[in-house]
């Protein structure tokens, strides 16, 4: 199956539904921070019914104002010739008008609520079937946080602990991912808070894990600037989280 998927670009963005190229000299770094705490999961509950969420803007707009049926014209000599003759040529037009704003409020009235139907529709589809349980809040036995239905636990603060190291530390460990055998160096870098007087920045500092901020994380430049120099060899597994513990429970 894997094989078959060498030539098609779609799976190559997925590292399990593609194998390494066959290059063993070739050498993978995968350098990451970690110590951050990060989203992971969620824990649902179902809509109640009746449930609606107001996605649709125009739903909560006001209704349109529909006029009164009540005609401009007066009685006797209100009104002009021509009302006059709609009217039976007795000059009250009074009962025409009404007639016919009477049937324009009625239209009026039909095109509203087929406008409201066509919302609460459109809302109803649109409304969430399911929604995150605030109410959950406990320890997992992990160590995970679950706070207001949401599942933290050590990341780089976007990015969760195992979709950052599994496969350099276990994943590619298996020939059926890595049939030429590239190895692979896991170099984690763990978040030291710093504050923003202290450091005199605003991106964490030298020992930021940030998910954009570790760029100007002090051992990843040194550890950029080892490999592109040419010394890559000399950089070794470097590893404090469990990322070995959670990779092991993964069954492929």
Same mark, same amino acid.
């Given at each position: ?5 060498? #030539? +098609? ?5 997925? *590292?399990?539904?593609? @194998?390494?190229?066959?290059? /063993? %000299? ?28 107001? #996605? +649709? ?5 006001? *209704?349109?104002?529909? @006029?009164?049926?009540?005609? /401009? %014209? ?46 609460? %529709? ?131």
């Amino acid at each position: 199956l894997l094989r078959g998927h060498l #030539l +098609d670009s779609r799976h190559w963005a997925n *590292p399990l539904e593609a @194998r390494l190229p066959n290059a /063993p %000299s070739m050498r993978i770094y995968s350098i990451y921070g970690v110590g951050k705490p990060t989203e992971r999961s969620y824990f649902y509950s179902p809509v109640a019914p009746g449930h609606s969420a107001a #996605l +649709d803007p125009d739903a909560a707009s006001p *209704p349109d104002q529909t @006029r009164s049926g009540v005609g /401009p %014209s007066g009685t006797g000599g209100g009104g002009s010739n021509s009302e006059a003759i709609a009217s039976g040529g007795d000059g009250d037009t009074s009962n025409t008008d009404n007639s016919k704003d009477s049937n324009s409020s009625g239209k009026d009235k039909d095109s509203k609520n087929d406008k409201e139907s066509d919302d609460s %529709s459109r809302e109803e589809e649109m409304s969430p079937k399911v929604l995150i349980d605030k109410a959950v809040n406990f320890q997992m036995r992990s160590g995970a946080a679950v706070k207001n239905g949401v599942v933290t636990l050590s990341g780089d603060a976007t990015v969760p602990l195992i979709s950052l190291g599994y496969m350099c530390v276990k994943g590619w460990k298996n020939p059926r991912f890595n049939p030429a055998g590239i190895k692979c160096i896991t170099r984690e870098l763990e978040h030291i808070e710093v504050s923003m007087l202290k450091s005199g920045s605003l991106q964490g500092g030298p020992n930021t894990a940030d998910h954009v901020d570790i760029l100007g994380n002090h051992q990843l430049v040194s550890d950029i600037l080892t490999i592109a120099s040419g010394h890559g060899r000399l950089l070794e597994d470097s590893i404090v989280s469990n990322i070995r513990t959670v990779a092991e429970r993964v069954q492929l």
